[in-house]
């Protein structure tokens, strides 16, 4: 395909479709959101950590051995990840072993990571 096939030729506005996209279209602080939190799954180093902690929670000695990192590096990126409610820690004892935070958060990583599985 040349670059041109993908460029619009018409001047014609579909007043419909625009105006029913408008009308669901989120506000600007959703769009925001959203945006900070893709951006937050935008580092190599916290996607690893994710992919292990969907496979089970761990504690940060855990992760650090799976990764092959330090304790420092990694709960510098838990921190990251936790303040974004993309996981959350629970205390036992005196471990603390974090977990993605929902369903929804499994959910988004697991479709992201079959896509770009898919497209290989």
Known sequence: MSKNEFICDCNIIHEDVVSRVL???ADENSFNKLAEFFKILGDT????ILYALDKSKMC??????????????????????RRSGIVKCEKVGKEVFYMLDDDH???????????????K
Request: hydrophobic content about 40%; glycine content about 4%.
């Open 23 to 25: 009308k669901l279209m």
């Open 60 to 81: 940060v000695c855990d992760i650090a051995n799976v990764l092959n990192m330090s304790k420092s590096s990694i709960s510098h990126q838990l921190g990251t990840l």
């Open 105 to 119: 958060v499994k959910e988004v990583f697991e479709v992201g990571f079959q896509h770009i599985e898919h497209r």
């Open 45 to 48: 180093t916290r996607v690893k």
